[in-house]
């Protein structure tokens, strides 16, 4: 089956409850996390998710959209990028 | 090989922290179509070609930034130079009232600038052009958004000096006609004009475009800085290195993003122009990319160096990145956008001899600095002739936007604000050229374009 994949990457200080509230928004609009992987870097807490919106019942605005509500409530910055601008950028 | 999280980081760091962005998507639009011999229906045509496809645009772009999570800051309409399809309506008015037309589409779309209001007068000018250049400080002072340009001279054909010698008079008219000499800032003066520049205030569609075409601005200093930063001892081999990749990585982004952009509006993807372009954000200026290779301010011996070499990795990461590179593609140095470049001149490290030296091996030229409003018309058309000459003979884009301020003299500070920054003013060599530019006419075309 096609898949849409697209980044979420969670940039900011570590902190419970990360990973359940962007999980929960993701079961609840039916998005699958193929992968997740955290490191700190540079200071900072980093969380990327690789999500598949394919079966998404919501646009990937909207996603975004909730995304940046989580992040403004835990001080957070989250991004939401379509995959193919890494694969752009960092393949040859 | 999957993407790993150091290289998602690295993307998100250069957009969230480095204000990495599409700088610009910047439409050409041919309106050799909408000429007609009833000026009104002329008008309405040209408004709406213009009017339309700059709706899109914006509508096209804005799905695009949430997809790939990159801002694209403008949003902008490139026309065919005006003065070529004004030739049967040739009247200051009706330059005037085609720059109105132009000015209310791109405002009712939301379009910060079009860019064309020009001529192409390299080895001549038709009755047409002269119109145009006449027409040009009521043009820039009553309106808003209407960019101008003229290409004066290339390396085949020379340097039109009856052209430069227009421009010293009309330029001050223009200052006295607008607020801080603002209507100055909206144009160019090239040789060498590039036809598929996505960058204003230089902007327009060449003759030897498509209908429409899509051409994208990609930007980045602060995150070129930020890698020079973190390699401090590293050789001028390694530097360029380094640039190169970062420089390529950037690219990519604007091309994956412009060419999708074509796709969705159904017309043909142009070029990518990767351009070092200062904002007034701090730390996105290409100054302080020059003082992080260790130069303690523009302006200082080895700039010219520093420049050469930020150049030239810019345009080797680049061409590597992209098979569409076109435009301008290098490093601007305009002084009023950049804070780096501001100060160097505040701190007296950069005079406006220095600026030209850099602009042999930048991109463009002499961009966005104001000089006191007396200089006579000569010098002004002086400095500009010399900045051409340095284009023409090496066979390169040169340019000059320059404000002639009223009433301001050197050391006076212009503050417009927004992207236009502050502009402070800078002394000009006052001895006179006068009588060298009065004798007009032609500058040959340099033995290097006799290659056929």
Do not use: W
Not at chain 1, 67 to 83: A, D, P, S, T, V
Not at chain 2, 6 to 31: C, K, P, S, W
Not at chain 2, 98 to 119: E, N
Not at chain 2, 172 to 189: L, M, R, T
């Amino acid at each position: 089956m096609n898949k849409e994949l697209l980044f979420i990457t969670v940039i900011g200080k570590d902190k419970k409850g990360i990973v359940a509230k962007v999980s929960n928004l993701l079961y609840k609009h039916d998005i699958n996390i193929e992968d997740i992987s955290q490191r700190i870097m540079g200071g900072f807490f980093v969380m990327t998710m690789l999500v598949d919106i394919k079966t998404a019942d919501i646009a990937m605005d909207k996603i975004a959209t909730e995304l940046e509500k989580i992040g403004q409530n835990m001080q957070l910055r989250i991004q939401l990028q379509h995959e193919k601008i890494f694969n752009k950028m960092h393949r040859i | 090989m999957t993407i790993t999280v150091e290289e998602v980081f690295e993307t998100a760091q250069m957009i969230l922290y480095h204000n990495l962005d599409i700088r610009t998507t910047t439409l050409g639009v041919n309106l050799k179509d909408c000429i007609d011999s009833d000026f009104s229906a002329f008008k309405r045509k040209v408004y709406q070609k213009v009017n339309t496809h700059a709706v899109r645009l914006i509508e096209h772009a804005r799905k695009l930034e949430v997809k790939y999570g990159i801002p694209i800051v403008n949003k902008r309409i490139a026309v065919t130079p005006i003065s070529l399809i004004m030739e049967s309506h040739c009247t200051k008015s009706k330059f005037l009232q085609m720059a109105k037309t132009l000015d209310k589409a791109a405002a009712d779309a939301g379009i910060d600038f079009v860019g064309g209001f020009g001529a192409l007068v390299q080895k001549g000018m038709t009755k047409a052009d002269k119109t145009l250049i006449a027409a040009l400080p009521e043009v820039l002072s009553q309106t808003g958004r209407v960019c101008s340009f003229l290409n004066v001279g290339s390396t085949v054909s020379g340097l039109n000096l009856d052209a430069v010698n227009l421009l010293g008079g009309m330029l001050k008219d223009a200052a006295k006609k607008s607020k801080n000499a603002i209507g100055c800032a909206k144009f160019v003066v090239f040789v060498n004009a590039p036809e598929d520049n996505p960058f204003m205030a230089g902007a327009f569609h060449g003759v030897g475009e498509p209908d429409i075409t899509l051409n994208v601005g990609i930007s980045g200093p602060g995150v070129v800085k930020s890698v020079v930063e973190e390699n401090r001892e590293c050789d001028l081999t390694e530097l360029s290195e380094i640039i190169k990749r970062t420089v390529f990585k950037i690219t990519r982004a604007g091309e994956l993003v412009g060419r999708e952009l074509a796709a969705d509006l159904k017309i043909p993807f142009g070029i990518v122009d990767i351009s070092l372009a200062s904002t007034t954000a701090t730390g996105d200026s290409v100054a302080n990319v020059l003082e992080a290779f260790g130069i303690e301010h523009v302006g200082a011996h080895g700039s010219t160096l520093a420049v050469a070499l930020l150049m030239d990795a810019v345009k080797k990461g680049g061409a590597m990145a992209s098979g569409n590179v076109g435009g301008l593609s290098g490093t601007f140095i305009p002084v009023s956008e950049d804070a780096g470049m501001i100060e160097a001149v505040n701190k007296g490290a950069l005079s406006l001899d220095k600026l030209e030296a850099l602009t042999a091996v930048c991109s463009v030229g002499l961009d966005m600095f104001a000089i006191p409003g007396d200089v006579p018309d000569a010098t002004i058309n002086a400095i500009i002739a010399d900045e051409l000459a340095i284009g023409i003979i090496n066979n390169k884009t040169t340019a000059v936007r320059m404000l002639p301020v009223p009433g301001k003299k050197a050391g006076d500070q212009i503050r417009f604000g927004g992207l236009l920054g502050t502009v402070p003013v800078m002394e000009v060599n006052r001895y006179s050229a006068a009588d060298f530019m009065k004798r007009g006419g032609r500058l040959p075309a340099p033995v290097t374009s006799l290659r056929n």
